[in-house]
């Protein structure tokens, strides 16, 4: 392939609206700085400015004259109309006539890259790039954009997307990237393929905001493709995350606006059999520090291109118009005012973000190697044999194919096959016995911190019936005969609802009730033999064919969703961690540096895991720590106070209602904590290497009380905001 190419590589016959032109950088900033919105926000800047100046000028007594005051705000206007420039300059990508060059260079490196590193290729679904087509050709007739919405799971998302737009000769869209990919040499490549350059906060810079708010909206305006990830951040865990609304919300504003007339939202995903990134993902989840990106931070390293990591498969849902999603909210809802600040707004931006992410979900096949990885953590025991490996990555298959869902086959290959492949993509993390008198080929997780990322990749299609395995697991983990094992499902429900809401921040669940959504689920493992459900009676439990089988099918359900229940328990029991000093007063909450309550919840959670207490490693990510303590937030357990001095950070404390009990000073199993730390615990996973709930209820108390002894000590950013209060 040559940069300057023809046909494809020469890009000059694309789908959208016409790009690439010359003057386009100059124009799109001269736009935004005249822009009514940016004016009028210069304009108020100024004169509260000047108002400033007045103010400080009189208190000195200095007499403040018109003209003196004239001068001053146009100053003023004069620096926050060069600061909005330099704010355009680093946001507007350079796609002017001269960009087309660096774009053919930079497909060039990526088909390059991608020939080594998936070496067995880039899939994509011919019909649903065809409908796709269809959609380009009517928005480029109406001046339309396509607001493309992927998954976010490596930094070659960048790189891929773009890369199969261009080949199959779509408009390359807008694409919001975070300044940490802002480094020499790929900046300007990127810039010129569509790179919209963005902090990753920007608090209270109205300036800033406006200026970037203008820019989208002149994208959406001329009808230029965009592209944001709605997650906001790659996905550590391997599964989707919440929605961050902040793009999304200045896109809905500027509709409502009526700065544009519709948009085209188009989910998509890009699928890797292995993730470059998984084992820098791993190292930041158990609390070692993000390293800085650099060029070959987001290329991986020269061994790394040498690796073979498998193929890519990027799959796109229907395209469907934002105008419609919107008048459908409104016969839904009501009238619905999204123009102004207020829960009305709110709900329709969730109800958005996450109707993309479960778009995301229904059309993310499942990878070879995610099976693989997925059966090996869901298994009993140190291991598993091939004969074993093969019938339970078959019987996967099959349910994931059940519930609509796709699995990437590969011609002419068997199950066998998959699996020597998939060991092959991940040695690092797959490993076989070697031992000589071994009967038959045994393999297991080496590193089963690092493969719980592929294992994730398959919960999404499982978490409510996993959620009921686990809720029905509270009695059958007590053991007993079979009438001991059952629960009325009014009971159930009550267990799902508790541990359905703990969860929801890490889960995305189907649209739809809790009850509506526990008796599909629950439909769903009666008819695939797993429970069995007396509706005269009203008792859940386990099917007889289930009980026959050894319980795996139940098992592998609860496998899933064990470590995420342990995280939420352990990020539960840390909190009394937060319990003030002995010395201190019992009644009043004591704040602690969260970066800091983190690294502690993951020292407890590692001594836990080590000393038996705590059944998986991946317990102590700092993802879903983060997750479980903002719901707990959300809950009222705890509190949390921000600061953006000297940069930004929070403390965290518990609410009072929450403050543990001490018995002679020390912290005892009652009180409010305790009984939700309890609550959490009924789902845990009992286990031969678990202690019993009194043994470890007590060491649990011990260690927070020895890390709660702690509290009177301030850390750097308390010690500079008590010195910033002093001077006051």
Known sequence: MH??????????????????YPGYTQEMQNEILKSQSVQNLIEEMAEQQTQQLEMEQLAKGSRVKKYNREKQKQARRKELETMAGSIAKKCVTSMDDQGKKKVRVLVTMVDIILSRLYDQGVYVKESQWEELRKTAEYAQKNNQTLLLLPAHKSHIDYLVINYVMFRLGFQIPHIIAGENLDIPVLNKLLKSSGAVYIRREWGDDALYKAVLEEYISLIFQKGFNFQC?????RSRLGKVLSPKLGILKMVVESFAKGRFSDCWIVPMTASYDKIMETQSYADELLG???????????????????????????????????????????ELRGPLDILNEGEQKSTVLKSLGYRVLSDINAITP??????????????????????????RMEWLTQMIRAKNAEVVAIPGMTTDNLIDRAIAIHDQLIGQRREKDLLEPTFYGIDRFELSYYRNQVIHLFVEEAVICASLYTIIKKGGGKLDQRMQFSTLLDEVTFLSSILKIDMIYKPGTIEDNTHRALQWLVDNNVLYFDQENGWVELSQVERNSGRENYDFLCFLIWPFIESYWLACVSLFTLTPPIRAPQDKPVYVDNSLFIQRTQALGKTLYFQGDLSYLEAVNKETISHAFSRYEQQGVMVRKSYKQPKVWSEVALDTRYIPERYSSYLIPEGRLWELAERIGKFRREGKNRRDNAAVSSRVLKLAHDLAEQNNQSSANQKMLLKNASKL
């Not at 940069?3 to 690439?20: A, D, N």
């Not at 390293?291 to 790394?304: D, W």
């Not at 499942?366 to 019938?391: D, K, N, W, Y």
């Open 3 to 20: 940069y300057s190419g023809t046909g494809w590589r020469g890009y000059e016959r694309f789908i959208g609206t016409k790009l690439f």
């Open 229 to 233: 990830f709605v997650e906001g951040t």
């Open 288 to 330: 070692n520090p993000k390293q800085q990106e650099t060029l070959l931070g987001v290329l991986g390293s020269a061994s790394v291109l040498m690796e073979k990591m498998g193929r890519v498969d990027v799959r796109i849902g229907k395209p469907y118009s934002l105008k419609e999603w919107i008048k459908e909210q409104n």
């Open 366 to 391: 499942v990878m070879p190697s995610a099976l693989v990885g997925t059966v090996i953590l869901t298994l009993r025991g140190r291991g598993a044999g091939r004969s074993e490996l093969i019938r």
